[in-house]
């Protein structure tokens, strides 16, 4: 079977993903996959979405997806970051990701999905009610894929890359995230993700005859670019992140 490059969680940052494609390229991939959240950002927007859009990529939407085209007017002037984004965007790219599919089973005995199955604001292998990331028990994440077939499950949202295998033999892969490496939020709880690095993430799997391999690959690319962006649109916070690998 051919090579597989998995990527989640973009952000709107081109630069990153330019490097990501190019080395997965490189490295033999045949294929590659989206797992959502890839417009969202202070970062280059529009050229993300040319430059997908160029692409032969198989695309899931995420939950940030959702809150750029489900945003309303007053949502909008309330945040400068949507309001860049929309200035940027045309509006067939929010038709495109309206488009998209929320979750996607691939022949291969893959299922794609942002974050669980049913909800695309959940960590499937995380708990955040620490404020730090902890690995869920199996009973949890079996839970969220009760109704899940497929052997290899591939999820974002975390931007942590994580691999995890279940009793059941069934396979979890999160590439982490090619645009941001590090975030602070809120919901459901305050929460920080970190990977303490700047590299862009991303995972290459392909099937061998004892199972998968995965390779979880970290990419320098042109950093200084997408720290310039997020200072130009007064997101320090993303600049520190984005240089850093830590959340500000």
Not at 174 to 195: C, F, R, W
Request: aromatic share 8%.
């Amino acid at each position: 079977m051919s090579k597989i490059a998995v990527l989640s969680d973009i952000h709107s940052n081109v630069w990153a993903l330019e490097s990501v494609i190019k080395n997965a390229k490189k490295k033999g991939a045949k294929k590659f996959v989206n797992l959502g959240d890839i417009l969202y950002g202070p970062l280059a927007p529009k050229e993300t979405y040319e430059l997908l859009r160029s692409e032969e990529m198989i695309t899931i939407k995420g939950n940030q997806d959702r809150q750029i085209y489900e945003a309303n007017p007053e949502g909008i002037s309330e945040n400068p970051t949507m309001q860049f984004i929309f200035a940027e965007l045309p509006n067939e790219a929010l038709e495109w990701m309206k488009s998209l599919p929320a979750s996607l089973s691939l022949p291969e005995d893959i299922f794609l999905c942002h974050g669980v199955p049913d909800n695309d604001l959940v960590y499937m292998v995380e708990d955040v009610s620490s404020g730090i990331p902890k690995v869920r028990n199996e009973h949890e994440i079996r839970r969220f894929l009760s109704n899940v077939s497929e052997k290899l499950v591939l999820c974002g949202h975390s931007h942590i890359p994580r691999i995890i295998e279940l009793t059941n033999k069934q396979l979890i892969v999160n590439p982490g995230s090619v645009g941001l490496p590090a975030y602070k939020d809120e919901d459901p709880t305050l929460h920080i993700m970190q990977n303490y690095s700047s590299h862009a993430s991303y995972a290459m799997i392909e099937r061998c005859t004892t199972g998968w391999n995965v390779e979880f690959l970290k990419v320098p690319y042109e950093l200084n670019s997408a720290v310039n962006a997020a200072k130009a649109r007064n997101r320090n916070d993303w600049a520190f992140a984005l240089k850093s690998g830590r959340a500000a």
